[in-house]
């Protein structure tokens, strides 16, 4: 099942923040790696960052966000996307 996650962060970005986006950018290819992940868009200002991820439940899609070095600074929302219509 493909999930549509939209991410932003709760703050301005602070030195600390900026600090983990290598870290965090390195998280996400390894999902993307695994088939986990299968899109990413950022916005050209860098305020949201838009996924698509292949995965059985929710609850797996959460745990994959929860891995990223940033997810305690962010939100982000989870919606299931219909499969092909």
């Known amino acids: 099942?493909?999930?549509?996650?939209?991410?932003?962060?709760?703050?301005?970005?602070t030195?600390?923040?900026l600090a983990l986006i290598p870290a965090e950018s390195a998280?996400?290819?390894e999902?993307?790696?695994q088939?986990?992940?299968?899109k990413l868009y950022v916005a050209a200002d860098m305020s949201r960052?838009?996924?698509v991820y292949v995965c059985d439940t929710e609850e797996e899609v959460?745990?994959?966000?929860?891995?990223f070095p940033l997810h305690q600074y962010s939100n982000?929302?989870?919606t299931p996307l219909a499969e092909d219509m």
């Open 76 to 78: 982000s929302v989870i």
């Open 15 to 17: 030195p600390e923040i």
């Open 31 to 33: 999902l993307d790696a």
């Open 35 to 38: 088939g986990l992940r299968e």
């Open 62 to 67: 959460l745990a994959a966000l929860e891995s």
């Open 1 to 13: 099942m493909r999930f549509f996650v939209e991410s932003s962060l709760k703050q301005a970005p």
């Open 27 to 29: 998280r996400g290819k």
């Open 49 to 51: 960052a838009w996924q």
